[in-house]
């Protein structure tokens, strides 16, 4: 029998009823930036495209990277809000998995939109198209976009324009999407939690225009910590307390915003790893069983591992590094 003429094996019932492929274009990478774009591209079950949708953001500051995005402070002056853009974005994205290239980054700067807009995103779960490359074992030099875009080829034509990108990224998870199905792979979905709390930096609330809150500088690197001043006193014992010192590395969703939850580590004492090796003294994460490079140390290594809940209680009485008082 020819291979055409072979059965083909039937889609996989757990996959999910439709996808939801964005991308935003913002003004930098931190925790206080905003969307300046975002696109969607609605998929069905098996990846078909069933429509799209783009809305330049106004981001009530300076756009940042203009040499990115593109989207200078004058284009964006007649943008809506991202209050007014939010029910439609939440109409693209409800019942649906959110699909995207780096897909913490981008649902980590909608759930703070959102949560900024006192609501909640109606995403369940991301799937982020760089991990399944990797779990397809693609051949590819980089999971930069344009590397996944080139296998399939597929064209670029707006490289960092939202809308362009969405597009490019719908067309190469299709495929993508079609040799999972055809392996039977599980498809590397993730908890989203919508974040519970939120606060705006000072640098954002310190510098006010007529009610409008702008940041000047247009660019910044990421934010770095101070060292921590304590000794790393070793790893969390079972069910012992949390000491000044231990070094706590971060991975996945959690429900109060990353960067929150990490001053509030740093603030305990604690030195807070970008990081895992053999001297973190424990891994803070709500998926313990996912394919990230930090959890996988961490089983590699035995770090101890526990889930933000958990963690968040265990701050509350952190105990003083040896020799420290008061």
């Not at 996912?290 to 105990?319: C, I, N, W, Y």
Request: with cysteine; proline share 9%; hydrophobic share 40%.
């Amino acid at each position: 029998m020819h291979a055409s003429q072979l059965p083909q094996a039937p889609w996989p019932a757990a996959y999910p009823d439709g996808y939801a492929v964005v991308d935003v274009e913002t003004t930098g990478l931190g925790r206080d930036d905003r969307i300046v774009s975002a696109a969607v591209y609605r998929l069905d079950a098996q990846g078909e495209v069933q429509d799209h949708w783009y809305s330049p953001v106004n981001p009530q500051r300076d756009p940042g990277p203009v040499w990115i995005h593109g989207l200078t402070s004058e284009m964006l002056a007649d943008a809506p809000l991202f209050p007014e853009i939010a029910g439609q974005l939440a109409e693209r994205l409800a019942g649906r998995v959110l699909v995207a290239h780096n897909a913490v980054f981008d649902w980590s700067m909608l759930s703070r939109e959102y949560a900024r807009a006192r609501t909640a995103a109606p995403v369940e779960q991301r799937l982020c198209t760089i991990v399944l490359s990797k779990e397809l074992a693609l051949p590819l030099p980089n999971h930069r976009l344009e590397s996944l875009a080139a296998h399939y080829g597929v064209v670029q034509q707006r490289a960092h324009h939202a809308l362009d990108d969405a597009r490019v990224l719908a067309e190469a998870f299709r495929p993508s999407l079609h040799l999972a199905a055809a392996a039977g792979l599980r498809l590397p979905l993730h908890a989203c939690r919508p974040l519970t709390e939120w606060v705006d930096g000072p640098s954002t609330r310190s510098a006010e225009r007529n009610g409008v809150s702008y940041r000047p500088t247009s660019w910044r690197p990421a934010r770095k910590r101070p060292a921590c001043p304590y000794p790393n006193p070793g790893r969390l014992a079972p069910d012992g307390p949390l000491v000044q010192g231990m070094r706590v590395a971060f991975s996945g969703d959690t429900g109060i915003d990353r960067e929150l939850l990490e001053d509030r580590a740093t603030d305990a004492g604690l030195h807070v790893a970008t990081s895992l090796s053999r001297l973190t003294s424990l891994l803070v994460t709500n998926d313990p069983d996912s394919p990230s490079t930090k959890a996988t140390k961490a089983r590699q290594f035995g770090t101890p591992v526990m889930d933000e809940h958990r963690f968040a209680e265990l701050l509350k009485a952190v105990s003083p590094a040896q020799g420290v008082h008061g």
